[in-house]
């Protein structure tokens, strides 16, 4: 059973930067999709970027495009978020997540999430 550890939220101003991270347990780490999701309060979760298993490929919600970038180290078995220009409407609790298949298909495992508040 693979386990996702986030961290790297925090408190920010409007134009600044943060990264976060997702540690995965377990040996097969390459080859899932790993995924980036967010939930505002009073909001639906939604999509926020996906990295292939082997990195190359990444796919991003259109409200993120060319701020964020999604990464990762499978030797380290480790996923990044880079957020740059983060904007007040950033603010929600991030987590990152397992797809078995496509970045567009199901995620079945999930991190604890890490809060990332922006403000103005």
């Known amino acids: 059973q693979v386990q996702l550890v986030e961290s790297g939220g925090g408190l920010v101003q409007a134009g600044g930067s943060l990264r976060l991270s997702c540690a995965a347990s377990g040996r097969t780490f390459s080859t899932y999709v790993m995924g980036w999701f967010r939930q505002a309060p009073g909001k639906e979760r939604e999509f926020v970027a996906a990295?292939?298993?082997?990195?190359?490929?990444?796919y991003y919600a259109d409200s993120v495009k060319g701020r964020f970038t999604g990464s990762r180290d499978n030797a380290k078995n480790t996923v990044y978020l880079q957020m740059n220009s983060l904007k007040p409407e950033d603010t929600a609790v991030y987590y990152c997540?397992?797809?078995?298949?496509?970045?567009?298909?199901?995620?079945?495992?999930w991190g604890q999430g890490t809060q990332v508040t922006v403000s103005s």
């Open positions: 990295v292939s298993g082997s990195g190359g490929s990444t």
């Open positions: 997540a397992v797809s078995r298949r496509g970045p567009f298909d199901a995620y079945d495992t």
